[in-house]
């Protein structure tokens, strides 16, 4: 049986990317990484989702990394900007925030016996992260291969190419539309979602372009 761990935020793409490994795997866990985000409520949210799919899941405390590598993301007093950050990106970019989730989640997928890993990253519609560009990807799919003599071991991403209305109709496709209701994409953690931030801003472009209404709630619905 094919085995497969998904890095999960519980957010929108991440939550779609489950749904597909669920279609594409065998056998499917879920990794979650607590770095000491401003959006906590990610955590519950993959907790809630994770239980609801019947995903055996796991909770990682990287808190310590949150304290190394600093970002809007992790520090209330930075303000969630589209510029500011490091060398011009977003001031949401957490420097090396995904190769270490990801070589954290190929440790954990490895011990595990699978040699598949998904992960909802995306250079299509997206903040400028570089970290979430397929050449970033297949470098550190590369390295990770190397370093445990494992040929076979692959990093999925299947968003990597869809804008964000193409990410809604595939969880349309999947069927897990109402599953989104749990979802957080807010870059505040705020519930109802701010609406304002360019994470919501993001989601909220993506449903109104699939012509599908989102089932979460806004502070402040797109104009």
Request: net charge neutral.
């Amino acid at each position: 049986m094919t085995k497969a761990v998904v890095v999960f935020s519980g957010g929108q793409d991440s939550t779609t990317c489950l749904a597909w490994a669920l279609r594409k795997f065998g056998r499917v866990q879920a990794i979650t990484f607590d770095y000491g985000q401003r959006h906590a409520a990610e955590l519950d949210a993959a907790r809630t989702i994770a239980g609801k799919l019947g995903v055996r899941h796991r909770v990682v405390d990287l808190r310590g990394f949150g304290q190394c590598s600093e970002s809007a993301l992790t520090r209330a007093d930075v303000e969630v900007a589209a510029g500011g950050g490091l060398g011009g990106l977003p001031s949401t970019f957490t420097p090396c925030r995904n190769l270490v989730f990801l070589t954290m989640a190929a440790a954990y997928a490895i011990s595990e016996g699978a040699f598949d890993l998904v992960t909802g990253v995306c250079e299509t519609d997206y903040s400028g992260y570089p970290d979430c560009r397929r050449r970033t990807i297949d470098h550190l799919q590369e390295t990770i291969a190397l370093g445990n003599d494992l040929p076979g071991f692959w990093i999925h991403t299947p968003l990597m190419f869809r804008d964000k209305r193409e990410t809604v109709e595939l969880a349309r496709d999947l069927g897990i539309l109402p599953l989104l209701a749990d979802t957080h994409t807010c870059y505040f953690g705020r519930r109802p979602a701010c609406g304002t931030c360019p994470a919501c801003i993001l989601r909220l472009r993506g449903f109104a372009a699939a012509c599908v209404p989102d089932p979460i709630e806004y502070e402040v619905s797109a104009g």
